[in-house]
T-cell receptor, first 118, second 115 residues
Framework: AQTVTQSQPEMSVQEAETVTLSCTYD???????LFWYKQPPSRQMILVIR??????QNATENRFSVNFQKAAKSFSLKISDSQLGDAAMYFC???????????????FGKGTLLTVNP | GAGVSQSPRYKVTKRGQDVALRCDPI?????LYWYRQALGQGPEFLTY????????KSGLPNDRFSAERPEGSISTLTIQRTEQRDSAMYRC?????????????FGPGTRLTVT
């Protein structure tokens, strides 16, 4: 079974600075998908960024980028120019590859609570 | 268009009562997932549907939990004889297609408290 580990229960960053959230995962599959979700105080779940394991290029979405290290099974999220609205719980998630009757469920880590200080 | 909706948003029930949680996915979305999120944890998979067919229910904790999606749209998660340990946020998500790398869109959740 796949597992996702977020080793940082809490992180803090100054507004306009950069912060990196860590995520490692364990899988025997060679192809899969990785995601970062944001859960603000409203408790919505919002997709931040997605990475396909077969792609060597790291995904980027505006101020959000990932450092995907497949061999190390590491998938960290970098937030540049942090804003007050970035304050939230961030969850890393894993999804199995397509086909073969896969269950497309997401397996989540326990989350990292990010505080942004003005 | 409207996102995933869930009702009720909050439910307080006494131990031993049955509860039904509703999920209305985004129109046209084929796949529907149920997750449970305990306080301070990430969501955990319960079950999922493609159209009206329940494809996997391996995450349901025990036989007090059941789910249905009879017409391939709205889904209901039912918990019978609720216990205090069932207290959690129950989240529904829908996805446009089966498989592929389509995003799962989450609803706002139902906060269940069993007293």
């Amino acid at each position: 079974a796949q597992t996702v580990t977020q080793s940082q229960p809490e992180m803090s960053v100054q507004e306009a600075e950069t912060v990196t959230l860590s995520c490692t995962y364990d899988t025997s599959e060679s192809d899969y998908y990785l995601f970062w979700y944001k859960q603000p105080p409203s408790r919505q779940m919002i997709l931040v960024i997605r990475q396909e394991a077969y792609k060597q290029q790291n995904a980027t979405e505006n101020r959000f980028s990932v450092n995907f290290q497949k061999a190390a099974k590491s998938f960290s999220l970098k937030i540049s120019d942090s804003q007050l609205g970035d304050a939230a719980m961030y969850f890393c998630a894993y999804r199995s590859p397509d086909g073969g009757g896969s269950n497309y469920k997401l397996t989540f880590g326990k989350g990292t609570l990010l505080t942004v200080n003005p | 268009g409207a996102g995933v909706s869930q009702s009720p948003r909050y439910k307080v029930t006494k131990r031993g009562q049955d509860v039904a949680l509703r999920c209305d996915p985004i129109s046209g979305h084929v796949s529907l997932y149920w997750y449970r999120q305990a306080l301070g944890q990430g969501p955990e998979f319960l079950t999922y549907f493609n159209y009206e067919a329940q494809q996997d229910k391996s995450g349901l904790p025990n036989d007090r939990f059941s789910a249905e999606r009879p017409e391939g749209s709205i889904s209901t998660l039912t918990i019978q004889r609720t216990e205090q340990r069932d207290s959690a946020m129950y989240r529904c998500a829908s996805s446009l297609e089966i498989g592929q790398a389509y995003e799962q869109y989450f609803g706002p959740g139902t906060r269940l408290t069993v007293t």
